[in-house]
């Protein structure tokens, strides 16, 4: 007879590695007591150890495919995509952030277990199977990015962002959960799977079920950051501390696009034709705007935030797109997207030095000739972002615009690909910048190990996948093939 | 039709010439010191100019195929396949590529001293994405060539560019961005159009429907017209081509632009000869259009370069204008002139590069009377002069005439009028000479100007030979291209009999 032990991890299998990212997280707080100011960097590889085992964990767990705990928590190959590239992004942002802290003197270990907390948030989002554990999941989220993005509580920016946030992610919450309610009050469930269920019967011209797809949109969107509901966005991406923008614009994008597959291309599938109108709509003008806005933006993070939009604006694109295709490009997408997107981070965080902000983009000036690498890197990644290939920005932007002209949306990878033309131009002006502009005084950039190991991943996978991209493609596709 | 000869040497020869020079470039980012840099340059260019020659002695001239083929899956998810191969066309932009990439580093020598090691590390990039470019025969892989070249060439432009080189080099980049972007979505297209593929072999072998072949025509054309450059999308060229250093002044000129028109020989025309043939009146106008606008620009132009890069505007006309002939002589005399143009263009920027490093001014007025001073430089830009203008006996004078008859046949107005731009090319070329290297000195200090060195000497000698070797036994270039060309047309006309009434009314119309 097993054991009750036995049982019990029986039963918390399907979950083993959120258990360990809590776990992780709770022992960061304890260990934070007994460690000096100086030697806080050990709860930052402590984090990343924890973060390595989950992802042992997950790889134990692939394949699996069923629901667990009453159907609320789907263990699927779906959110198991998912789950590595959150690894990803929070494994990057440990890395980035450890030097990072100690220069801007905020280097505390909630910092640490708050950023495991967030990702704990975003796993159950991915994982949710139902409504209640997606909004469960996404507020955790929500709340410990809040708080890093507050992080630097002497600083009025800081504060400033954290407030901005807070105060309008509150506001999307209360629309999203009006949206679940009156899902909830049509279907008589919460759960995802119920949900498809009911529609599959139900009348689809029904105006409340209409308004509920419309709340959940906008409250999405307002997560990943699609335009109009972007005026966040630039105000909490510079004034957070530049790790933490870092891994916001990253994992909790991820995490929203997530979200959006299983609710948009799953659970409202009979909708599509509905959704779809709106989606691509919501595309182009985030698209538009984002890559407009960065054109003339003189800060770097504020740059990177409009770009951020703009890249959540091809990914909707995948989204309107839809199908098996389209999630799997926006899996693809979303992917490469946090890999590039955080190295570039990393790049600007090397600017930052006690005493001097090297947050504008003047400060790069010169960059190709007195630092080389940190020039190099930047230039790979500025390449990505727009496009151009052999980097996996490109690979990531083929499949998008693949997907939708198989989607019959011609139309709307047309714009997609004039809007990447248009992005040239602000991430060209980087490098133009770095390599054609004389460098102003002398520059000592930040180095550390952690820091150029988390360069030196970045800008491996952003090469790589762009060169041979078929088994990053192959996992997606198998992905998506599990729940569709 | 076409068939993919694989593995006609014991080695891979294409991949070979493709990825040597990528890893001389990842050689380089070990070496600091400039001279070892520069030397690292030289050899892995010239091995790539050694390698030519295999290719070009096993080369079957008599067969229309695809050869040196290989083949491997790439991306099997998307049908993606590393496709390469090469025939009778682009085997001489291959080693026309290898030619003037070796002379761009041998002219750098010493014009660039300032990040050495980068500079030759962009040049060997641009070389292996530019042979990727004429070897490919996967739609994707091609793409992946024809963007990736312009990283290394935005930097050339950029960094080692002149004074403007900043506004130069992001429009040269957004030019052919915004082109190039249009035609990923019309790849997108054929690929599901044709039944998921990039196979170019396949393609060419598809017919697709009429009104997606006038859309999908029109998004290649947007690329390819913006690289050509075809009038009115051409004014990238003069600002790119004024900043940027000598090296990549001939490489643009050289070979970049002639990517434009090879993509309409290798693509537009075999995959939408329908719509090549109801496009082609607007795109003769547009050509003769360039060949006018681009001579008049050139007389009024006060910079060396400009003038030069205002004629290259005119002689790409000639080359669409015997494209679009959509004939045997106007196809060969268009791709022997693009060859030409390589040449003789590429040998120009070579001259005003050398006499920059020796003045540092481009004006034309700065100049006058240096014939005396420097005899060797004078016959040399004499020689490249003439054949510019297309005198007989050079190479120009062999292309010109043939794009002329193939344009008479096909149409005898646009051949009158393009005529008149080889009488406005002699024109401002012979007036171009005669202010540099006639009259008395002007300027003082062209008084101890000095000839020129063995080096430049060695860079200039193959071109002037290719200028002779060409116009005095043209069949050299036309038995390489003959067979594939006339195959070429033989499948566009096969494949347009079908055409529906309006091209026939168009082709009526027009007199072909």
């Not at chain 1, 667990?68 to 942002?93: E, H, M, N, R, W």
């Not at chain 1, 800060?299 to 890249?311: E, Q, V």
């Not at chain 1, 947050?359 to 230039?379: H, S, V």
């Not at chain 1, 004039?418 to 910048?433: D, E, G, K, N, T």
Request: aromatic share 14%; hydrophobic share 55%.
């Amino acid at each position: 007879m097993p054991s009750m032990f036995q049982e019990f991890a029986r039963s918390i299998m399907p979950i083993n590695a959120e258990v360990i990212v809590v776990t992780t997280a709770l022992l960061v707080l304890i260990f934070d007591f007994f460690l000096a100011k100086e030697s806080k960097q050990y709860l930052g590889w402590f984090s990343l150890f924890g973060i390595i085992s989950a992802a042992i964990a997950t790889y134990k767990l692939m394949g699996a495919n069923g629901a667990f705990f009453g159907g609320t928590f789907l263990l699927d190959p779906f959110s198991t995509f998912f789950k590595f590239v959150f690894y990803i992004a929070c494994g990057l942002g440990i890395l980035l952030s450890i030097n990072y802290l100690k220069i801007e003197d905020i280097h505390r270990g909630e910092y640490y277990a708050l950023l495991l907390f967030a990702t704990t948030g975003m796993m159950l989002m991915a994982s949710a199977g139902d409504l209640i554990t997606l909004y469960l999941g996404l507020e955790l989220m929500a709340l410990s990015i809040y708080i890093l993005a507050g992080f630097m509580r002497r600083d009025n920016r800081s504060n400033e962002s954290a407030i901005k946030y807070l105060l309008l992610g509150a506001f999307s919450s209360g629309i999203m959960l009006y949206g679940m309610s009156l899902l909830y009050g049509l279907s008589g469930t919460t759960n995802l799977a119920g949900i498809l269920g009911f529609l599959r019967g139900a009348d689809l011209a029904n105006p409340v079920l209409f308004l509920a797809m419309i709340m959940l949109v906008v409250s999405f969107g307002f997560k990943v950051a699609a335009v109009p509901f972007h005026m966040w966005v630039p105000d909490v991406y510079e004034g957070a501390p530049t790790s933490v923008t870092a891994f916001m614009s990253a994992g909790p994008k991820v995490a929203g696009f997530a979200v959006l597959l299983r609710v948009f291309t799953y659970t409202l599938e009979p909708l599509h034709a509905h959704s779809t109108v709106i989606i691509s709509g919501l595309a182009v003008l985030t698209m538009a705007v984002g890559n407009i806005m960065a054109l003339s933006q003189t800060n770097i993070k504020r740059m990177l935030a409009y770009s951020s939009i703009a890249h959540a604006g091809y990914a909707l694109v995948g989204l309107a797109a839809g199908g098996p295709e389209g999630a799997a490009s926006v899996m693809l997408y979303v992917c490469i997207y946090a890999l590039m997107n955080m190295g570039a981070f990393g790049v600007v965080i090397m600017l930052r030095k006690a005493g001097e902000r090297g947050e504008e983009i003047g400060d790069f000036a010169g960059l190709g000739k007195t630092n080389r690498t940190a020039a190099f890197l930047m230039l790979i990644f500025m390449f990505s972002l727009t496009g151009i290939p052999p980097m996996a920005g490109f690979v990531g932007k083929f499949y998008i615009f693949k997907s939708a002209v198989q989607a019959g949306l011609v139309w709307l990878a047309v714009a997609g690909v004039l809007f990447s033309a248009v992005s040239a131009y602000f991430y060209l002006r980087i490098i133009m910048i770095m390599y054609m502009n004389e460098p102003k005084g002398s520059f000592e950039l930040t180095t550390s190990p952690s820091l150029a190991l988390a360069l030196a991943i970045s800008v491996t996978a952003v090469i790589v996948i762009g060169v041979y991209p078929t088994n990053l493609l192959n996992f997606a596709r198998a992905s998506i093939a599990g729940i569709m | 039709m076409l068939e993919l000869k694989l593995h006609q040497l014991d080695f891979p020869l294409l991949s070979l010439m493709i990825f040597l020079p990528v890893l001389g470039a990842f050689l380089l980012l070990f070496i600091r010191n400039a001279a070892t840099a520069r030397w690292i340059a030289l050899a892995f260019s010239i091995i790539e100019i050694v390698l030519c020659i295999p290719m070009l002695l096993n080369f079957d001239s008599s067969i229309p195929h695809m050869q040196f083929g290989e083949s491997a899956p790439w991306i099997a998810a998307w049908n993606i396949n590393y496709r390469l191969g090469v025939d009778g066309i682009s085997i001489l932009f291959v080693a026309l590529t290898t030619l003037l990439t070796t002379i761009s580093i041998m002219v750098s020598w010493t014009a660039i001293q300032d990040r050495v090691r980068e500079f030759m590390v962009a040049m060997l990039f641009l070389e292996a994405a530019i042979i990727g470019v004429f070897v490919s025969l996967d739609l994707f892989l091609f793409y992946i060539f024809w963007e990736a070249m312009l990283i290394p060439m935005y930097l050339l432009i950029g960094v080692w560019g002149g004074p403007n080189r900043l506004y130069a080099a992001i429009k040269f980049f957004l030019y052919t961005l915004v082109g190039s972007v249009l035609m990923l979505v019309a790849i997108i297209a054929v690929y599901f159009a044709a039944g998921r593929t990039f196979d170019v072999l396949e393609l060419m072998n598809y017919k697709f429907s009429y009104t997606f072949q006038m859309v999908a025509f029109a998004a290649f054309f947007a690329a390819f017209a913006v690289k050509v450059p075809m009038f009115p999308v051409h004014t990238w060229l003069p600002d790119a081509h004024v900043e940027a250093p000598t090296a990549g002044s001939i490489i643009l000129a050289g070979i970049l632009i002639k990517m434009g028109a090879y993509g309409f020989l290798r693509f537009s025309l075999p995959f939408f000869p329908d719509a090549a043939l109801s496009w082609t009146p607007a795109i003769m106008i547009l050509s003769v259009i360039a060949i006018i606008y681009g001579a008049y620009m050139a007389f009024a132009q006060t910079d060396f370069k400009k003038l030069i890069a205002y004629s290259s505007v005119s002689h790409m006309g000639f080359v669409t204008l015997g494209i679009f002939a959509l004939n045997l002589q106007g196809l060969e005399g268009g791709i022997l002139q693009m060859l030409n143009h390589g040449v003789s263009t590429g040998a120009l920027f070579l001259a005003v590069g050398v006499i920059y490093e020796r003045t540092h001014t481009r004006l034309i007025a700065d100049y006058g009377g240096i014939a005396a001073r420097v005899p060797v430089y004078a016959t040399f830009l004499l020689i490249i002069t003439l054949s510019s203008i297309g005198l007989p006996g050079t190479n120009g004078f062999i292309g010109e005439f043939t794009i002329l008859l193939g344009a008479f046949m096909h149409a005898k107005s646009y051949a009158v009028i393009a005529s008149l731009g080889i009488i406005l090319g002699a024109g401002y070329m012979l007036w171009l000479y005669q202010r540099v290297a006639f009259g008395k000195i002007t300027n003082p200090h062209n008084e101890h100007l000095a000839d020129m060195n063995l080096r430049e000497v060695a860079a200039a000698l193959p071109l002037v030979a290719l200028v002779f070797i060409v116009g005095l036994y043209p069949n050299a270039a036309f038995g390489m291209m003959h067979t594939s060309v006339s195959n070429l047309i033989q499948h566009v006309n096969a494949k347009a009999q079908s055409a529906p009434v309006i091209t026939q009314m168009i082709r009526t119309v027009t007199g072909n």
